[in-house]
């Protein structure tokens, strides 16, 4: 990818390309999508935004009107509400469970009714924030749940994390319900397989009607992504996976390290991840606990990130901000070193709390 940005740059390929990418990237997103999918798509039914979370965005804006619902399991991304939000839309957080690997399912274990107004229009999104992809069977039985049989409901494939599977093969929605294509969005980008994070190329794969709608909102708020990171990610998608591969097997001896490694700490509860690099391990009981040198009270997973931090260096990220209090989201990719190293400063602010 590298090589092909510097040769990009020397040879002097740093202007504006279609809005919607450059065609030679659309269409190696197309080849991609139907060797590693099996997903027939048209170029024009593409669009190379800045970023997965871009597509995502325009996507709610270009789907949801006014007081239209979306149906967002939880534990979700953080950015998810606040799109609705920002295209005026409702979010319906669906709650998952621990139990479960925070996977929804045909009868969600916690949470209310999928449509909280009958006739409003919703969208759902499955996601693996905790890094727990669905497998086919899963995908299977969601499909067949209301709202996904409900014609006027779009569906939001977030793939981002296709690549960083470790136990089978990666399955999306449309591979185990090829009947959803006419009204899903598969969201997909090179920041997570390919390392590519400061590069912002993502891309949507979707209807025509709704890739149009995209790509009129694309050319007024930011045109097409970056030209060199466009040649770097048709450089992506046409080469090997050699790296990738090996990338991910790192990632997993990672996770297992961090599973074993959590599940000995008293208090923590962590189940075995399937893809992604982190781990949302259960920290409820250790709130409600009192910080043993000060008095001060640990009542939400907020209050134990911002402890962790300030006591004992540790970085972790509230379960309160992805719609699950009981949890926290920690990234393993790092060297196992710093992992480590994590792992003890965790262990030694636990101890601290009484």
Known sequence: MCDAAIKAINEGFHGYTMNTG????????VEKLKRDNGLDFAPSQIVCSNGAKQSLGFSMLALIDPGDEVIIPAPYW?????????????????????????????????????RQNQ?????????IPPGTPYTADELRALSGMSPSTDPDVALISDEIYEYITFEGSH???LQVAPELKDRTLVINGF??????TGWRLGYMAGPQKVVDAVAKIQSQETSAPSAISQKAGEAAYRGSLDEVTSMRDQFKKRR?????????????????????????????????????ATGEKIETSTDLCMFLIEEVGLAAVPG?????????????????????????????GLTELS
């Open 256 to 292: 297992d390290y961090m599973v074993d490694a959590l599940s000995a700490i008293d208090g923590v509860k962590c189940f075995k991840p399937a893809g992604a690099f982190y781990v949302f391990p259960d920290i409820s009981a250790h709130l409600g606990k009192t910080v043993k």
């Open 78 to 114: 953080v950015s998810y509400p606040q799109m609705v939000k920002l295209a005026e839309g409702t979010s319906v957080t669906i709650r998952t469970a621990f139990e479960n690997d925070y996977k929804m399912t045909a009868e969600p274990a916690r949470g209310g009714d999928h």
């Open 119 to 127: 006739g409003v229009d919703s969208l759902f999104l499955p996601q």
């Open 191 to 196: 920041s997570k397989g390919f390392a590519m």
């Open 22 to 29: 450059m065609p030679e990237l659309r269409e190696a997103i």
């Open 171 to 173: 399955d999306g929605i």
């Open 320 to 348: 309160d901000a992805f719609g699950e209090p009981n949890g926290i989201r920690l990234s393993y990719a790092s060297a196992m070193e710093d992992l480590k190293e994590g792992i003890k400063r965790l262990e030694k």
